[in-house]
């Protein structure tokens, strides 16, 4: 069974950071893509990053890109997400996924992406 659990969440101040993860399993990790996404009020989930596994290549949104940072950690199975510089616009329920079949796309920021973890709350505030 494919499970994604993310952590890491919280509340910080702008101009702030936070370090989110995700634990894996119920597959092998390092055949697929798992991407970071994010859902803030009102508005429709939003792809954020990604690392292909095809050339472990990074990519990003323009939104986060500079401030974010993508990281795989394939003995643990679990992907990071660093969050530097954080502003209110920033705040959301970030979720990590995994693409519903092995696709080995490079451009992982156009996979399908069908098993979700549950999410995990950010909140940027003053």
């Known amino acids: 069974q494919v499970q994604l659990v993310e952590s890491g969440g919280g509340k910080v101040q702008p101009g702030g950071s936070l370090r989110l993860s995700c634990a894996t399993s119920?597959?092998?990790?390092?055949?697929?893509?798992v991407g970071w996404f994010r859902q803030a009020p009102g508005k429709e989930r939003e792809i954020l990053s990604c690392i292909s596994i095809n050339d472990y290549s990074e990519h990003y949104v323009d939104s986060v890109k500079g401030r974010f940072t993508m990281s795989r950690d394939d003995t643990n199975k679990i992907v990071h997400l660093q969050l530097n510089n954080l502003g209110p616009e920033d705040t959301a329920v970030y979720y990590c996924?995994?693409?519903?079949?092995?696709?080995?796309?490079?451009?992982?920021?156009?996979?399908?992406?069908?098993?979700w973890g549950q999410g995990t709350q950010v909140t940027v505030s003053s």
């Open positions: 119920g597959f092998t990790f390092d055949w697929y893509n």
């Open positions: 996924a995994r693409e519903h079949a092995i696709s080995m796309l490079r451009e992982c920021l156009s996979a399908d992406y069908t098993y």
